[in-house]
């Protein structure tokens, strides 16, 4: 169970391809590269074969593999929103090109570095602007503080639950 978010760019109802060049000299520049996974994407990895971490956490942060035919996009199934977790996709999503789509909603679509027009995005009316890894931090945090006493309670219900024998 995660707070998921998806990285693709749009235009209207059609998804287009990042700018992998500005991908892979992203990746270049952090000593990162796209090491292929066993379910979605490619797992970024530095130059050991280390995987990629935030804070000393490891991260599900994934990539389609930047040789595929397909429009480009990626996505993290369980962010934690930590400082440095936050920049590293804010960055990334700037240099290429992507929308973030936070599937928790409110907002559902958020445009960073202004990579998008406001009709590009599926639903305008569910958009936010930011043009920093703060202010996208401030966009998902309450959605995200939200989801992190959702999932504390569930937890703690299915634990109760067990314990009474259910």
Known sequence: MGF????????????????????AAFLEARGLRAMDSDGQGSLLVDADGQ????D????????????QEEPLSGGIDHAS???EETTFIYELCVAAGFLIVNPQG??????????HAPEDVPDP????????????????????????EWRDRVVTQ????RADGE
């Open 4 to 23: 998921s978010l998806i990285f693709v760019r749009v235009q209207g109802d059609e998804q287009r391809d990042a700018d992998r060049d500005a991908v």
């Open 51 to 54: 995987a990629l971490s935030f």
């Open 56 to 67: 000393g956490h490891w991260t599900d942060l994934y990539l389609d593999p930047l040789d």
């Open 81 to 83: 929103l930590s400082e």
């Open 106 to 115: 409110n907002p559902t679509y958020v445009v960073a570095g202004a990579n």
């Open 125 to 148: 009316e569910d958009m936010d602007w930011v043009n920093s890894a703060a202010e996208l931090w401030q966009a998902l945090a309450g959605k995200f503080d939200d989801f992190r």
């Open 158 to 161: 299915y634990a109760d639950g």
